[in-house]
């Protein structure tokens, strides 16, 4: 395996978390008894420019597809949404009785 960026042989190994389904990939209902696809998780870092990065062990186009859930940052919706839990998350924060003090 090469890295992506350098084209350096890559040797070292960042962390391993060993195998999981691709993130986002939803369950339809009626495939909640099937198995799932899981795919190795290890990732790798480049001794020469850093980048850490997976190995491509399934093409783009299989995980990337209509059942995709994307939660893009620009999407209007995403923007309202994650707007209003900060304004929750804030207001939460002010009525706690923890205080951050510096050191
Ligand atoms: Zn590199």
């Not at 309202?80 to 929750?88: L, P, S």
């Amino acid at each position: 395996m090469k890295c992506r960026h350098c084209n350096n042989p890559l040797t070292h190994v960042f962390c391993d978390l060993q195998t999981c389904p691709p993130s986002n990939a939803m369950v339809k209902p009626e495939l909640i008894n099937c198995q799932e696809t899981y795919f190795p998780l290890k990732t790798f870092v480049c001794e020469k420019c850093w980048l850490v990065q997976v190995d491509e062990l399934e093409k783009a186009e299989s995980i990337f597809n209509i059942t995709f859930a994307n939660a893009g940052a620009s999407s209007p919706f995403n923007v309202t949404f994650f707007k209003d839990a900060c304004i929750i998350c804030n207001a939460c924060i002010s009525k706690s009785i923890f205080k951050f003090t510096p050191m």
